[in-house]
């Protein structure tokens, strides 16, 4: 036999099996490399978004992306936020502060002015050998308020490439190319776009974050991505294709009828923030819009959600494409609530449970997925809940409690009651401002129950709110002063006054 017929006889199949063992282990070596590798985080932060979602059980509202999510990961039905307005609600967040540890209420005042040294979530992780970046709304940025530098490695300007965007006018009507259009110079409160959705801000944002997942995905280092969209703020501005979803002849329009025995205080009567939208402000002295408008409003509003929607898709898509899934924890959650015409009354800002409630799902590829929670939770859990998930030391200062036991087993519960607040009355002078009136709210997953106080005399009580919401999340009745309920009040206000001292 010639030398090279033995080589082929003896040694090739030696070299195959070589081959074939040698790959699996390859494979094996890659694996725990990335098993041991930190998990990433996605942080999705969504503008005005109340759980109006299919998932949530809105299953008019077409949501495809944000319940495929939900049901890989796990959905908390009753989470709160900590004072129902973009600014105290994102950097209670952001720094696990309640609003009264900030002493920040208001949208302009920057936190680091008066709590300087607060380590935040972005900047813990930063801290933490992670690349933190940032592209949309996370922090508010704006009425004088501004992004944090010191959370992020990176903030990626999206707003440079839809400025350079040609203009598209059509006579008094200008900016259609925009998420801004405006009609004599005021922006629209509702518009069908036929922009190309890259065209409008969240389109945009989705566009960069997508770009940013394929980048970090070759990093050594762990990522902390956030990504905040705004479609659903107002103006409810969408491709003409979202708008389509709905036919407006399926919208019915909420009861203008208020609670009964409400704290006269309790609500702002007509939004100042819809007010300044093109073509609302006449309807202000009345206090009520025609139906016509309204439904517009709404079936604006939905079309936004799925605009939202299919951005959060993309974002999900990028995940599964670039391999990362299954080392990315994913936190989608909504800043507040929102009101719909409901008690004939538009946007937040108030402690009713429309507007304190919020979205809040997390995927975590290492937990069992699927799952609902009733339990009652608050918005400020997401720090230490993901200091839990990656191993991180959570920092001394935190005020939230970790979700991860809810996490593993549903039924949990860490706490017995979410706190909100909403200041009401005069504007004292200084910075940061704060008002005469503090209203303190808690709820139990049934009950709400509110407190209305002077703020600088707590111990003078102005008026007290409970509500039932075993058949509805609308506040319709104020039952504090009913015989009936007195053990519920002194319950609930037992277990606010303990929240309270937690507090200082």
């Not at 690349?131 to 999206?158: A, F, L, P, R």
């Not at 993901?386 to 036991?405: F, R, W, Y």
């Not at 008026?463 to 009040?489: F, I, P, Q």
Request: glycine content about 6%; overall charge neutral; proline content about 6%.
């Amino acid at each position: 036999m010639k030398r090279n017929h033995i080589i082929d006889f003896f040694i090739r199949p030696l070299l195959v099996l070589a081959c074939v063992y040698a790959t699996p282990c390859a494979n094996a070596q890659q694996n725990r490399n990335t098993s041991h590798k930190k998990k990433n985080i996605l942080f999705i932060a969504i503008d005005d978004l109340r759980p109006e979602l299919a998932c949530y059980g809105m299953t008019q509202v077409k949501t495809p992306h944000i319940d495929k999510l939900a049901q890989q990961g796990n959905l908390f039905e009753n989470a709160y936020c900590q004072q129902a307005v973009c600014a105290p609600s994102r950097n209670s967040v952001l720094t696990g502060l309640r609003p009264d540890a900030m002493q920040i209420y208001d949208l302009g005042t920057f936190f680091r002015t008066t709590v300087p040294d607060v380590v935040t979530l972005p900047q813990l992780f930063k801290e933490n050998d992670y690349i933190s970046e940032n592209v949309g709304k996370i922090y508010h940025v704006g009425h004088g308020n501004k992004n944090d530098q010191q959370s992020w490695t990176t903030v990626w300007n999206y707003r440079g490439e839809l400025d350079a965007l040609p203009k598209i006018n059509h006579g008094d009507t200008t900016g259609l190319e925009s998420s801004l259009p405006k009609l004599n110079g005021k922006v629209l409160p509702y518009y069908r776009s036929h922009a190309a959705e890259e065209n409008l801000s969240d389109g945009r944002v989705a566009a960069i974050a997508v770009e940013r997942i394929e980048a970090l995905k070759d990093q050594d280092q762990p990522f902390f991505l956030g990504v905040g969209f705004t479609a659903t703020h107002l103006p409810f501005v969408a491709p003409s294709s979202y708008w389509d979803l709905y036919d407006p002849l399926d919208i019915a329009i909420p009861s203008q009828q208020e609670p009964s025995g409400m704290y006269n205080q309790a609500f702002i009567k007509w939004s100042g923030e819809l007010a300044t939208y093109h073509g609302i402000a006449p309807f202000k002295e009345k206090g009520t819009l025609p139906d016509s408008i309204a439904r517009n409003l709404i079936q604006g509003y939905h079309a936004s959600v799925s605009f939202v929607d299919a951005q959060v898709g993309k974002l999900l898509d990028a995940l599964e494409k670039n391999g990362l899934r299954e080392n990315t924890i994913v936190v989608l959650w909504g800043d507040h609530g929102y009101k719909l015409g409901e008690y004939g009354m538009w946007c937040k800002h108030s402690n009713a449970e429309l507007d304190t409630r919020a979205p809040l799902i997390i995927r975590n590829p290492d937990q069992t997925n699927g799952n609902r929670s009733f339990s009652v939770v608050e918005l400020l859990d997401i720090y230490p809940t993901l200091c839990e998930l990656t191993g991180i030391q959570a920092p001394d200062h935190l005020q939230g409690k970790s979700l991860v036991p809810i996490l593993n087993n549903p039924g949990v519960r860490v706490k017995e009651v979410a706190m909100s607040q909403w200041p009401k009355g005069k504007t004292y002078p200084g910075t940061p401002p704060s008002r005469e009136i503090m209203g303190y709210s808690i709820t139990d997953g049934r009950y709400r129950f509110t407190r209305w106080q002077y703020y600088k005399n707590p111990n003078h009580i102005i008026a007290k709110e409970l509500y039932d919401h075993t058949e509805s999340r609308l506040d319709t009745k104020n039952l504090a002063k009913s015989k009936k309920y007195e053990a519920e009040v002194r319950r609930l206000e037992s277990l606010l006054n303990g929240l309270l001292e937690e507090r200082q």
